[in-house]
Structure formats: C-alpha cells, structure tokens
C-alpha cells in the first residue's frame, strides 16, 4: 500500500524531486507503523497526509535602486493544521521553486509535531535573490511580497518566519508592511521578530544552539560527551554561526565551516566574534574572513568541511549537500555523529552509508527544529504580551529538545530500530499528526 500511495505522490507532482525524496523517506520508516497501528495507515489519512492542504503562488513585482522592474515569483505552502496554524519559514535563494517549498512544508509538518507545541506546517519564500542587493531594494520586495502574502497569513491561520535568506531584516521589513496594511499590530503574525518590538530572547540563536544540545543527547546515549571533539560545520549562515558558537561553549574545538564559494579551516578553532562581522553583519564572503585572521585559517575555494577530519559533522547549509562520497570520507576519517542543521542535507545514499558505519545520524526534522520550537515560544509570549528572559527562553529551548531526542530515541527502541533516529522522528512525528488528522474527519 505504501508503494501505491508513493506511486500516487510521484503522478501527482511530475518533476518535484526533493519533495519525492522527503515523502519518500518518511514512507519508508511507516511499514512497522502499519503493521501495529492499521487504523492510522488507512490510504485515505495517508493520501491526505501528502497532499498540501493549500498552494499558493504569486507575482511579486518589485523596482531596483536604477528604476528597473523585476519580477519574481513568490510561494506559501500551507500543508497541514491538524495540530495548529500553519507554520515555518520563509526563504529567499534563487533556487525556491514549487518543489522546494512543498518539500519543505512537509518536513515542517513533522518537525513541528515532535516539538510538542501547537503548530502546524507551512513553508514559503521566493525566487528572489538578496545578494549584492541594497537595503533599499530588499525593503522594497519585502513591501511587495508581503502585499499579497498577507491575504494568506494571520496569528490563528498562517505564521511565517524566516529561513535561508530572510533573518531579521527582512522579518523587519514584512512585518511593517503587514502592519501597515492591515492597520494592526498583530505580533503573533511573524516570528524572529526584533526583541524590541515583539520578538522573543534566543530565537536567533535557537536552531544552532538547539542542534548541539540534541547531539551533545546522542553521545550521551552512547556515553560519550562532546568536551574535547573536533567538529566541522557546514554553510556560514544563522544556523551554522550559532551552532559553532555552542559546540565551542561546550568544550569542543569547530575547526571548519563553509559558503557557497568554500570553505575555510581553522584548525585552533575559528573565531567567532569575526565570523559573525564577516557573514551577518558585512554580508561578505568567507574568503574575506581568511584574510583577515591573517595566517591562522586557511581557505579552499571551491572546498567541502567533509574533507576535513572531525569527529561531529553539522551540514547546516542546504539540502542534499553531504552526498554518499562525502559520506565515505567522513567515515574514514573516523566521524562518529551527523546531525542535520539544514533541512534534508544528507542524501539518501549518504545516510545509508553513514548508518552502515555505525555512525550516529540525527535527521534535521529532529536536530533542528529548536528553531521553529523558539518561534512558538515566541507566539506563546505574544499570546501573553511579555517577554521572557533569554535564560528562561533558553531553558524552554534545551529541554524541549531533550524531550524530542527522548522521543525520537524511545520510539525507534518502541518499534525495534534501536538507535535509528530516522525511524524514530519519522515514526513519532507521523503518530502525532496522524491520530489528530483522524480526530477532526475527512477534511
Ligand atoms: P542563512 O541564509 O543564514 O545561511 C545559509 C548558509 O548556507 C550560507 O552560508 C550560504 O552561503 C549557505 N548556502 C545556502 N544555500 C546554499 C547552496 N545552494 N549551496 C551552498 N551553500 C549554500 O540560512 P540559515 O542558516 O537560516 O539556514 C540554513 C539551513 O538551515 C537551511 O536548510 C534552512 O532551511 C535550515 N533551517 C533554518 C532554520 C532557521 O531558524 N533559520 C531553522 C531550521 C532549519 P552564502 O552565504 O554563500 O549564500
Ligand atoms: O526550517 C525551519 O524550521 C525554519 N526555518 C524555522 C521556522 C519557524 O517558523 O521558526
């Protein structure tokens, strides 16, 4: 039956390959689930599970600082609220299709399940590409963007936040345009909002933060801590910086992270405080920071973290980015945890091979979705109209993904795949949404 409703899924998208691979993979963990629980695996709820519950896609019109117009297209996927209002990020890279924002959402789903909170899953963004780009101009798609994308969105409806390409900036500049349209100050509308202004303590931090705490929970399952390892990160942005920062807050040395021109290697550790001047506050390129720390780092154009040897690898830019043969080197240089910052990053190959070599993997529907986790803690406080402490915000933070690495853990042991955090986070995940699907009807 699964095959049939995976042959469905792949008549009824022609083309959309990641979102193949995401259903894919989440297909292929739920044949135990069936054998268990054959009231949850009927192919009406399955069939609904994979169809997004709305699409919407439109122009987004903007001018350039010479008075040129662009047009770029814009896309909101609200896949499922069966356990709340849609949610997740926005992101904007030339390379957001259809394809990419429905895999995207669909992922949300899930990871927004394991986190506990009442959120649904949602994705959206754009084609449009920030680089080289003034402020002005980047205000000025914003304005354009979130003209129409307001129609769709609301507090109790739809709920977006950033993703690659949109971080406070531009949250600044689509929530006074959504403001100023609607006549509201309706907070609860966006999140990673400024702290001044609605925003919550820690939640740009949250991701990263929330990825190490999960893997510090794998070595610890195996009696092993991360004090002393050698970790590699890919990418350089939100997600890549903050998990950096943690590893190295907990004893660990980050030897290596990335762009999308290379990568650099610093083998004392890399420094922090510039990194975040280069690639948030400059918006430079990592070649840049090389240059600046003089001889102490290294860079390779056109270079891969995975080269480099390390006991904990973070893929923590974009999908599909750590392929098999990355894997392979990664495993013969002694790697004993992948954890997923990005969404989707490791190929389905490459997670065989990771797995095969004992090498403890955790999907980023789990590891990152401190994130997205933050961002309901931040709905929570505009619910409320306070503000918490960032301890207090990054208490919530820590264990709530203790408790999704507790869940995903139990429930691969549950369903006989010990230690298969894949199994675990797919099988969880899908039992949630699932059994309130079932709830509410055919709908
Ligand atoms: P940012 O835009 O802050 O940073 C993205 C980083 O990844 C940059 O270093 C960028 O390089 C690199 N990158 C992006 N796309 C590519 C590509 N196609 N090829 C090579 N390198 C690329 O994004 P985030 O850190 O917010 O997001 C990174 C990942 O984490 C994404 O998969 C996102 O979906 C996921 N994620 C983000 C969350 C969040 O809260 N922000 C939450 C959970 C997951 P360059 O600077 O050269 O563009
Ligand atoms: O992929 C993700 O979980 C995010 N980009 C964060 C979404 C959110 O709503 O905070």
Redesign the pocket.
Known sequence: MLEEIYAHVLRRNPGEREFHQAVREVLESLPVVLERRPELCDGSLLDRLCEPERQVIFRVPWTDDAGRVHVNRGFRVEFNSALGPYKG?L?F?P?VNLDIVKF?AFEQTF?NALTGMPIGGGKGGSDFDP?GRSDAEVMRFCQSFMTELQRHIGEHTDVP???????AREIGYLFGQYRRITNRFEAGVLT?KGVGWGGSHA?PE???YGLVVFTAEMLRARDLELDGMRVVV????????HAAEKAAASGATVVA?????GCVVDEDGLDLDLLKQV??KD?A??SAYAEQRGGAAEYREGGRVWDVACDVALP????N?LDEDAAKTLVGNGVRVVAE?????TTPDAVRALRAADVLFAP?KAA?????AT?ALEMQQNASRTLWTFEKTEDRLTEIMKHIHHTCHDTAERYGRPGDYVAGANIAGFELVGESMQAQGVI
């Open positions: 990020g992101r890279h390379t995207l990871k680089k936040a950033g993703d690659t390409g949109v971080g990673g939640r949250a991701t990263g890919s990418g350089s942005g939100n997600v890549a910086i992270c990335s762009d999308s021109g690639k948030l918006r390129r990592l923590c830019a974009t999908q980015e910052g990005a969404n989707m990053p980023g990152n979705a401190g994130g997205v961002s």
